[in-house]
């Protein structure tokens, strides 16, 4: 992967990962020197560091600094694998047993050891509808895991498996200490144990987790010494911190942040495009949104344009489809078009008088850019064609746990009855479980109710599609169904990620997903 010259002050382009580094004629008068602490800011709470459990950007950046997968992609282009936990694997011709050879010598954190049990333990944790996981339906075509020796293991799946690889480079695929997760139990998300390049410290809810190194790692050391993670829900304060030096790095930075730091020029800000589309979902189980007509209305009653531009201050991009650049088998459309004329007819036309009722709206603050800001814009659009709504603003870890609240043996999803519609994003770069997650009928993260037989149909086909272009096509044709047909959600635009670093650190790696890797940042010392 290319390193980008730390002089840059804008980063923005999506063939290069958002690397700092520094350039050959630095190098010379420069020299790196290791951290004794690094500390993080962004703009969401951790919600658990059970990577079985956990379903959200801020937790991962803690998780895959304390955790390895059996693989793991091979850079940010995720079109390849490396080995990981696994030394080496194959696969059977149906494409339903997978075998892993697995490394030897390594240990948990806590002392105990890794081996082919621990993997078992963790594939069969994960399917286990008690542990209540929202990941669980991913794992659902895995028929049995079984030990054939201490280091090896065999994935058997009641149907060809060709997205098994992906599967495993999850996050939610990390394999946890078997004896941890005994000894804590439901605490476990409070008490992490992996094999990874960094141990956990402590962790105290809405004030800061800190992580150390693992000198023990079995492969390359992580280089700062300590990293704290701190949740600064105010984009202002992020600035702040970032300024005072009181942060290192500061993430979920506003536009307004980025122009500030750009005109200071006391920090090196990242433009680094992502996976990430912002959108609001909808209650499809009740009306308005029961009805297609009104989703495609209200749709083309958002000039997403004038977001972009204005809300955004040109630091995001109109959506051309449910997929942003950078998402495995996207498919690119005639962006909606903005026609408020047109959306408020249709909506007369179901609805001859008006809609009676009155649009719940709901949105996080600080965990998208500018999500509040966003949604309160969003607001004015539909008012202005005749929609009654009302508006709530909640914290990130309660509006989760409000969204995602438990069904015992079942996992989580359920969405709310509370309100018609919220906002969420996504930055999944996968597409099978950026799909199947949201779109699957009954999948415990299908939060809207979503169901459509021809988009399962489609995602079961290409669950079990060996050939890998038919596969892609299968996604394509859904992306389809829902840009011009049956919109799951309304698209409002695909993110930017506004990233502010100290001028004197090196080696920062932003993934395209949202989640950013820490063990390679090192001061410079001119």
Not at 9 to 20: E, H, K, S
Not at 179 to 190: F, L, N, P, Q
Not at 247 to 263: C, G, R, T, W, Y
């Amino acid at each position: 992967m290319r390193r980008v010259n730390i002089l840059a002050v804008l980063i923005r382009c999506f063939a290069v990962p958002g690397i700092i580094g520094l350039s050959a004629d630095l190098l010379s008068v420069a020299s790196a020197k290791e951290m004794e602490q690094l500390t993080f800011v962004q703009g969401s709470d951790i919600d658990t560091l059970d990577p079985a459990i956990s379903r959200s950007v801020p937790s991962y950046n803690v998780i895959d600094h304390l955790f390895n997968r059996l693989i793991a992609w091979d850079g940010r282009d995720r079109s390849n694998f490396v080995a990981d936990l696994a030394e080496s694997w194959s696969r059977s011709e149906d494409g339903k047993q997978w075998t892993f050879v697995l490394r030897q010598g390594i240990k948990f954190h806590d002392g105990t050891d890794f081996n082919a049990e621990a993997v078992k333990f963790n594939l069969d944790r994960i399917r286990d509808p008690k542990l209540g996981s929202p990941h669980r339906s991913y794992y659902a075509d895995i028929l049995s895991v079984d030990v054939l020796s201490p280091y090896q293991v065999r994935v058997t799946t009641k149907n060809p498996s060709p997205t098994m690889l992906e599967l495993l480079a999850k996050e939610s695929s990390s394999i946890n200490s078997p004896a941890a997760v005994a000894k804590y139990g439901r605490a476990y998300g409070h008490h992490p144990v992996g094999t990874g390049p960094y141990i956990f410290d402590s962790w105290i809810p809405n004030d800061q987790a800190i992580i150390e190194k693992n000198k023990l790692f079995h492969g390359v050391s992580g280089k700062p010494s300590k990293i704290v993670f701190r949740p600064v829900r105010e984009d202002s304060s992020r600035v702040i911190e970032l300024r005072t030096k009181n942060a290192d790095v500061a993430a979920n930075l506003s536009p307004e942040a980025a122009i500030e730091l750009k005109e200071l020029n006391k920090s090196t800000l990242l433009r680094v495009p992502s996976t990430f589309q912002v959108f609001f979902e909808m209650n499809l189980t009740r009306p308005p949104f029961d009805d297609a007509r009104i989703r495609r209305a209200v749709s083309m009653a958002i000039d997403r344009q004038a977001l972009v531009n204005k809300v955004l201050l040109g630091y995001g991009k109109v959506p051309t489809g449910p997929f942003p650049e950078g998402t495995q088998a996207r498919r690119a459309f005639t962006p909606v078009k903005y026609d408020p004329d047109a959306a408020k007819k249709i909506i007369d036309e179901v609805y001859p008088g008006g809609y009676p009722g009155t649009v719940v709206m709901w949105t996080p603050a600080g965990r998208y850019t500018k999500d509040r800001q966003v949604a309160e814009v969003v607001q004015g659009y539909l008012n202005a064609v005749g929609l009654k709504t009302e508006f709530k603003v909640w914290e990130w870890a309660t509006y989760q746990k409000s969204l995602y609240r438990p069904d015992p043996g079942k996992g989580t999803g359920k969405g709310t009855n509370d309100a018609n519609m919220w906002l969420l994003g996504t930055g999944i770069s996968d597409a099978d479980i950026r799909l199947r997650r949201k779109l699957s009928t009954g999948d415990p993260q299908n939060l809207t109710g979503y169901s459509n037989p021809d988009v399962d149909k489609l995602l079961q086909l290409a669950s079990r599609e060996l050939d890998q272009k038919q596969r892609m096509s299968y996604y394509g044709q859904i992306q389809q169904i829902l840009w011009e047909q049956d919109p799951d959600n309304l698209p409002l635009f695909d993110q930017e990620q506004i990233i502010g670093v100290r001028k004197d650190l090196n080696g920062l790696d932003v993934d395209y997903e949202g989640t950013i890797d820490f063990k390679n940042v090192e001061l410079i010392e001119r």
